[in-house]
């Protein structure tokens, strides 16, 4: 299965980072951080209207390569002028070409938009190193991690100023997902055992999620069309990620997007 070789290959990798930047360098870096974003507030809070959240990604298992010439402050400057409300940067080194140091690249061009770093947490390294390298909220999925894995991240995270964004597929990870608190649920169209997509699993699980909860979904949302059908569920937040990458003018296309999120 490929969720089974991208969590093994990502603790070999996360302790190969351990090497790289030990924490005692991750916490120098902390101290020189004066601002983080309210990732929670940025996508969610107005009644009839939702949110974007743009990707950033390089390469994909299924897709490959999607952006040969790939510069992430770039990339995130299109999205801001475009009308996103925050980011998610995928971070994985060896399946999606991604490293942390893109999340800080967007940070040093100036970019205030709140970050979500994208990954397969694993380690509680990665939360010092979210925070550190300049995201705003880190993804914590149900499967990759057991209930006890995320509860520990969890803490971390509000030790650490992040949002926890707690990723489900099907209906008993979102049970976990509630029992453990999650304040912010990532429902994810994509089934990552199959990578198969159906933005109709957005559809049957939101009305299982307490009313309270900010609830984003992610995966197969390609379209206006698309958005206004999320909108109509009265999810706080889509993910867009290969549809914008791909795209010759993402900015232009953002803003469509946007005027059907509306």
């Known amino acids: 299965m490929i969720l089974d070789e991208i969590v093994e290959n990502k603790r070999k990798e996360v302790e190969k980072r351990k090497e790289e930047v030990p924490q005692a360098v991750l916490h120098k870096m902390l101290e020189r951080r004066s601002r983080f974003a309210d990732f929670r507030g940025a996508i969610s809070g107005e009644k009839d209207k939702l949110k974007l959240i743009c990707e950033i990604k390089k390469a994909s298992p299924s897709a490959g390569v999607i952006k040969e010439d790939f510069d992430p402050a770039e990339i995130a400057r299109a999205y801001e002028a475009g009308g996103a409300d925050a980011l998610s940067v995928l971070t994985e080194e060896k399946y999606f070409l991604g490293r942390p140091e893109h999340i800080s690249a967007i940070r040093d061009a100036g970019i205030a938009l709140p970050i979500l770093r994208k990954d397969f947490t694993c380690d509680l390294y990665q939360v010092v190193e979210s925070a550190a390298f300049g995201a705003d909220a880190i993804l914590l999925i149900v499967g990759v991690m057991s209930r006890a894995e995320i509860l520990e991240a969890m803490q971390a995270c509000e030790d650490y100023r992040l949002a926890a964004v707690v990723e489900v597929h099907m209906e008993e990870q979102l049970t976990e997902a509630i029992d453990v608190g999650a304040g912010i ?13 159906d933005l109709s699993t957005t559809e049957r699980l939101v009305p ?31 993910l867009i990620g290969d549809t914008l990458m791909r795209h010759p003018d993402p900015g232009s296309f953002l803003k469509e997007l946007a005027a059907a999120a509306r």
């Open 208 to 238: 299982l999620v307490p009313k309270s909860t900010v609830v984003i979904s992610a995966s197969g949302v390609k379209t206006p069309e698309d958005v206004s059908r999320l909108r109509k569920v009265l999810v706080d937040a889509a």
């Open 185 to 197: 649920i990532q429902i994810n169209n994509r089934d990552l055992s199959t990578f198969k997509v």
